[in-house]
């Protein structure tokens, strides 16, 4: 199953990352990727919990997912896109997501853009497209979780992929400095919180 792969027995991440820290708010979640292979340290020793993620990362955590299938349509991402570097280490991910849909480029410039940082609702829309388009899984969203969001500030290209998210406890509110929790979906995520929308993604209702 590529949403809820088997979990291994791997050390503590709290004894091989320097920056995670036991019984911090997201050590499961970081445990889970890090068990099943989905994420990884920026360095042996280092997660960097707080670490912008990136557009090359999410596609990448989302092919390690499917277990680096070639099971998918061979393409020639140089012509769907004008800044696919083979020699990249994300280019083996970014061709199976625009092989199957996951990501595409800028519909005017037909750059992906590998480096910049994803926001809240960009990660949205990336495990809502794994959801529909590679796993074949229907994207319906219901009026109540629509209204959810309404007053959210979500860009209107990400209504139905944030309400989804939403929907199935993926993503929750932040915390922010006043003590409330809110969507903000235009704020940049970092490795936590796509540790935390990933496990919740893979282990629906825990």
């Known amino acids: 199953d590529k949403r809820t792969p088997a979990t291994p027995s791997k050390p503590t991440v709290s004894t091989v990352f320097t920056d995670v820290t036991h019984k911090a708010w997201y050590e499961a979640a970081v445990q889970y ?5 989905i994420m990884k340290g920026t360095d042996t020793n280092t997660f960097a ?3 912008n993620v990136t557009r090359a990362q999410v596609i990448e955590t989302l092919y390690n997912m499917t277990g680096r299938t070639t099971d998918y349509d061979a393409i020639n991402p140089a012509e769907m896109i004008r800044d696919y570097d083979e020699s990249k280490w994300w280019a083996e991910a970014l ?5 199957v849909g996951v990501a595409t480029g800028d519909a ?8 910049n940082n994803v926001s809240r609702q960009e990660l949205a829309a990336f495990l809502y497209r794994y959801e529909t388009l590679c796993l074949g899984n229907d994207g ?3 009026e109540a979780s629509k209204e959810l969001i309404k007053d959210a500030g979500v860009s209107t290209w990400a209504q139905i992929p ?3 998210s939403v929907s199935k406890g993926i993503i929750t509110g932040a915390e922010q400095p006043d003590g409330s929790f809110q969507y903000v979906p235009k704020t940049g995520a970092n490795r936590a919180q796509l540790a ?3 496990m919740r993604y893979c282990q629906p209702g825990k």
Do not use: I, R
Not at 33 to 37: D, K, L
Not at 95 to 99: E, M, N, Q, T, V
Not at 108 to 115: G, H, I, R, S, Y
């Open 33 to 37: 990727v890090y068990n099943n292979g």
């Open 49 to 51: 919990p707080n670490g």
């Open 95 to 99: 061709k199976w997501a625009l092989s």
């Open 108 to 115: 005017e410039t037909k750059l992906f853009n590998a480096t």
């Open 140 to 142: 319906t969203v219901d």
């Open 162 to 164: 944030f309400a989804w």
């Open 196 to 198: 935390t929308m990933l």
